[in-house]
């Protein structure tokens, strides 16, 4: 049985969308969105970081990061300090707190990856996540 490429864009999209609902669902108690979580992951791994250098990581545009991490800030997750090397310039931090749910979101997102991929067996996600490392790794960019 051959299968077309749209059929498989499709599927793979139903799952993606339902990996999302599941990640989201879980990371609800945490406070924070999808978007939000992927900036706090950034800016862990990356930062401090100016909100210009955020939002090139992210592939967003400026004002994208700024309307996700304005609730990160209030939130007391992220910190923004003073650039020493400009004053003029504000860095992105991750204060304690966010650490605290950087972790929680860490769970959130292998409690839904396990219930979604937990079905295949250990072979099965081998095999799939070969594959999808071969599409990434010849996807421009990762993107």
Do not use: K, Y
């Amino acid at each position: 049985m051959e299968v077309f490429p749209e059929a498989l864009a499709e599927a793979f999209l139903q799952v993606s969308r339902r990996l999302r609902s599941q990640t989201q669902r879980r990371m609800a108690p945490l406070g924070v969105n999808l978007h939000q979580s992927r900036a706090l992951r950034t800016i862990a791994e990356h930062g401090p970081l100016r909100p210009s250098e955020l939002a090139g990581r992210l592939g967003i545009t400026p004002r994208s990061a700024t309307d996700s991490v304005a609730p990160l800030v209030a939130s007391g997750l992220v910190e923004r300090r003073t650039d020493p090397e400009d004053g003029r310039a504000q860095l992105l931090a991750l204060s304690s707190a966010g650490e605290v749910t950087l972790a929680g979101i860490g769970r959130a997102r292998a409690e839904a990856g396990a219930e979604l991929f937990g079905r295949l067996s250990p072979a099965e996600r081998e095999a799939l996540a070969a594959l999808l490392d071969r599409l990434r790794a010849e996807s421009p960019q990762g993107h």
